[in-house]
């Protein structure tokens, strides 16, 4: 079974950065297709950005302000987050993805970011 454990959100004043973090833990976290979600109150959850099996993806809202990255050695993988906005406001959620399936299947706990105007 895959574990996931965000840390890293907190509240932030537009333009600021945070560096989320996600730990993994069981399972083979090389092979994981591993993706930044986020939900804000009210709003349908969405993919952030993504990476692994040679290939990264952004969300356009996001694109030239976060940066993904992952850390195999270490199991870990990071969403380094830049020039925040009030709308960057949700909950923020680590999950992985097996070649097996389709959806991601292993999801973190989230950690929580906020960006005051």
């Known amino acids: 079974q895959v574990q996931l454990v965000e840390s890293g959100g907190g509240l932030v004043q537009a333009g600021g950065s945070l560096t989320l973090s996600c730990a993994a833990s069981?399972?083979?976290?090389?092979?994981?297709?591993m993706g930044w979600f986020r939900q804000a109150p009210g709003k349908e959850r969405e993919l952030v950005a993504a990476t692994g099996w040679s290939s990264t993806y952004y969300a356009n809202s996001v694109k030239g302000r976060f940066t993904i990255s992952r850390d195999n050695a270490k199991n870990t993988v990071t969403l380094q987050t830049n020039s925040l906005k009030p709308e960057d406001t949700a909950a923020y959620y680590c999950a992985a993805r097996t070649r097996f399936r389709d959806e991601y299947t292993y999801w973190g706990q989230g950690t929580q970011v906020t960006v005051s105007s």
């Open positions: 069981g399972g083979s976290f090389s092979s994981y297709r």
